[in-house]
């Protein structure tokens, strides 16, 4: 029988940002920045000079399109299903390799967002008439459970663009095995993930000239004061970037240069920054192969292909189980 489930009364964004603001050193989670303002800067992002993982990444799905839709294919029909599907120009140049190469599958895009799920069927059917696409919304897990049923096709995962960068080891790991329970023997997992490389060039790509990267961190403080009802003094906060070329982390902070008192309506909440007091809000993991294979070992998972682009800046691994 269904139990009756007490609702209840704050949403996750509300404890989290609760949770962040109450503790010391202060924290935000960066899966806040993308509201719809988030979405666009992110995209601005994508096209910065500096930001070269999407370039990298593109560059690698084009090199090797055909050995990749070769490796992804079989006989019996599959599912390419993607993980975060985001606005589609690299998984575009897989999907056009396959239907070149004639092959049996379906790609089934997984995103949080309906809006950007329609948006994104909308754009593939006008360029590639003939893909069949089933958008599936939801959660990650939430949906991958529900493929389970489909046990006697081949699976293809994507996670593309370095999406686990945000996530530390520890819930990397966790992803991975989400990622490997979905899986079947014959199931590949094709992933993303940016390499430790000249910290100055990763330093540029997270903060960038025309400020676009500082724009998207502060996101999270104009959501805090749209949605929660707030009054943070943004102008005030500069953003921070750091890297760790030791551990590969390249860590995003506001900072507040002047003392400030805000107060967030909605969670009843006073909020005090002593001058220089900083905000936590993104990691970026840069990894290394000893690193991947750590993780996939971690996971249950075995790497059994890695494509790399000319400089060496970003590598997309195969996984299986
Ligand atoms: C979407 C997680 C890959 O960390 O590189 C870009 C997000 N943050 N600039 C990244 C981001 C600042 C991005 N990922």
Not at 260 to 278: C, G, H, M, P, R
Not at 282 to 309: C, M, P, R
């Amino acid at each position: 029988m269904k139990k009756n489930k007490i609702k209840s009364l704050k949403s996750d964004f509300e404890k989290d940002v609760l949770k962040g603001l109450s503790s010391y050193p202060k924290y935000l989670d960066s899966k806040y920045i993308y509201d719809q303002k988030g979405d666009k800067l992110f995209q601005q992002i994508m096209h910065m000079p500096e930001y070269y993982l999407t370039r990298c990444e593109h560059e690698i799905i084009t090199t090797h399109q055909k050995e990749l839709c070769s490796i992804f294919s079989d006989n019996t029909g599959f599912d390419l299903i993607e993980l975060g599907a985001g606005d589609g120009k690299k998984t575009k140049v897989i999907l056009e390799g396959l239907l070149k190469a004639d092959a049996n599958f379906t790609y089934l895009p997984i995103d949080i967002s309906l809006h950007s799920l329609e948006d994104l069927q909308e754009r593939l059917l006008l360029e590639l008439p003939d893909l069949h696409i089933e958008p599936l919304q939801g959660s990650y897990f939430k949906v991958l459970k529900r493929l389970k049923r489909y046990i006697n096709r081949k699976k293809v995962l994507l996670v593309l663009g370095s999406n686990i960068g945000n996530l530390n080891h520890k819930k990397a790991i966790l992803f991975l095995k989400n990622i490997q329970k979905s899986m079947q023997e014959n199931d590949l997992l094709f992933m993303g993930f940016d390499q430790k490389k000249d910290p100055q060039v990763i330093l540029n790509a997270y903060n960038d000239a025309a400020g676009i990267t500082a724009e998207f961190n502060k996101n999270l403080l104009h959501r805090i004061n749209k949605q929660l009802d707030a009054n943070f003094n943004v102008d005030q906060f500069k953003h921070w970037e750091t890297y760790n070329p030791e551990t590969g982390t390249a860590k995003s902070f506001l900072v507040c240069q002047e003392p400030q008192q805000v107060l967030i309506k909605k969670l009843d909440l006073v909020v005090n920054f002593e001058a220089y007091e900083s905000i936590h809000c993104e990691i970026s993991q840069k990894y290394d192969d000893a690193t991947v294979a750590w993780l996939a070992n971690k996971a249950g998972l075995e790497i059994v292909n890695t494509f790399t682009d000319q400089r060496a800046y970003y590598k997309n691994y195969i996984f299986k189980k």
